[in-house]
């Protein structure tokens, strides 16, 4: 079958691999034993919150959200991962484009969501801090749930839509240097056209709404906070940075991951690159891995009865 001259291929070569080949035992014990731990890690945290009558707020209902994404994107990237490491023994995993672009739309609408629930994080913390008096009619448990709908149900119609176009476009080459697909690296295969620009159209569309407008919303909310803060004693300023310095280090851990798949993508889009295929892992490994680190360390109300499970258990 061919299209405007070119042949049209219905898979896709993950040709990442090859940059992984010569370890791949080792990798696969690796990414297994962290797999295991994001498992255990964020099901902990999530446990603890939903357990723990003292932690249905807000705040730790968002961190619950959060950690749930985590484990689900874990739970769409390890296994595929771990599967395409013990069968890649020619550096080459080829898939289906179904799969590809299943991949592909839990990764961005996971992400995307990730964005949106770190945004209303911030905003509960704006008003907690720069409200307190309002926080409580401000804040309901109604508008929380209406907010968690809105921080998943965007992200995923977003993403549909996103991979609903992507699916339509002929893939006039095969090999993808990564070893998972993302949407964008699916419209970059395409024979091109006005279905393939409308799709990069959308996609950039999507990618501000969901990504840059929540980071910028997400930098002013604790801007604000800081401005406050030095407006008021120590003792309300420290116990206030306290608590936004775990969102914030989730925050610029996901940004920084990001931002450097973005500017990979822009610097080495047309040449295969080890760098490229690293930084892609990382993009998803490091926040899984982090997350639950940092909310289950840094989060005090959290780490306390971490502690306490974990003695118990060891105590039984």
């Not at 705040?59 to 874990?74: E, G, H, Q």
């Not at 360390?297 to 780490?303: G, H, M, R």
Request: with cysteine.
């Amino acid at each position: 079958m061919t299209s405007a001259g070119f042949n049209v291929t219905s898979s896709v070569t993950l040709v990442g691999f090859s940059s992984l080949s010569g370890h791949s035992s080792l990798l696969f014990f690796v990414f297994l034993l962290l797999y295991l731990f994001v498992l255990f890690s964020d099901s902990l945290v999530i446990y603890i919150i939903c357990s723990q009558r003292a932690l249905h707020r807000p705040m730790f209902a968002f961190v619950a959200s959060v950690l749930l994404n985590s484990l689900i994107a874990s739970t769409v990237f390890y296994p595929k991962l771990l599967s395409d490491l013990l069968l890649s023994g020619a550096g080459l995993v080829q898939v289906s484009r179904t799969l590809c672009l299943c991949q592909g739309f839990f990764v961005s609408s996971l992400g995307g969501s990730s964005y949106m629930l770190l945004s209303a994080m911030a905003f509960d913390r704006y008003l907690s801090i720069c409200h307190p008096m309002h926080y409580a009619v401000l804040v309901t448990p109604a508008k929380v749930v209406l907010m968690l709908l809105l921080c998943w149900m965007l992200p995923l119609i977003g993403g549909g839509v996103t991979t609903l176009l992507a699916s339509r476009l002929p893939l006039c080459r095969a090999q993808l240097n990564r070893v998972y697909c993302i949407i964008y690296s699916i419209v970059s295969l395409s024979c091109g056209g006005a279905e393939a620009q409308l799709s990069g159209i959308f996609g950039q569309l999507i990618r501000a709404v969901i990504i840059f407008l929540p980071t910028a919303f997400v930098l002013y909310s604790y801007a604000r906070i800081l401005f406050i803060c030095l407006r008021r004693s120590r003792s309300f300023s420290s116990k206030a940075l306290q608590t936004c310095l775990p969102h914030l280090l989730v925050f610029f851990n996901n940004s920084i991951s990001v931002c450097l798949d973005l500017l990979l993508r822009r610097l080495q889009s047309n040449r295969e690159s080890d760098s490229t295929v690293i930084t892609s892992i990382l993009m998803i490994l490091v926040p899984t891995v982090l997350n639950p680190v940092v909310y289950g360390l840094k989060l005090k109300e959290v780490f306390t009865h971490v502690k306490r499970l974990l003695r118990c258990r060891r105590d039984s």
